[in-house]
């Protein structure tokens, strides 16, 4: 009995810290956020490749609100640009013949004008929705390429060039589900290159 009760107060002990700590935690915590550090899929089906990326805002222009001037709308724009030209972020084997059909750019806290392909610069000269400035405030990017290849039985790997354009970032969990199953890489700027 006494061995029972021991054991049901190692559970307790073991549950509580987790119950205490769901509150803290917020909605998109799936993946840790964590400056410097973004996650990469990549889902290969036929010719068929698809390529997501989740970053902190922080990682890829300094700050995660809404851009306050024009200064920090050129950064938004900036970045906007460098993930849209998919030649100089992911270079696939070149026999594959890989083609970019399509890319999707989101943030909860950046007006999507300011990071589509043809924004302007008057997108988003009136809004503010930096209100809230609190240092614990979180905000990410999440993009998406597809890219559709002739000869997918060539591709052998990408090279993710996404540290040489954004400094800030360290490190890029990527995650492969393909034709050879799935797999596992950690990135970072001296290790660019995705194998499966
Ligand atoms: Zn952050």
Redesign the pocket.
Known sequence: MRRVMHFMRLILIAVIPSLISVPMTSAHESTA?V?GRATLEVAIEGGSVQISLDS???SLVGF?RAPRNEKERQLVREMSRKLRQSDHTFIFTPQSQCRLESVQLESAVIEPGLLAADSDSNVGKDLDRSSTNSPDV??ELSATWHFQCAVPESLQGIKVSLFQHFPSLKRIDAAVVGPKGQSRTRLSPKSTLLKW
């Open positions: 956020h400056h902190p805002l922080d995660e979180h905000s």
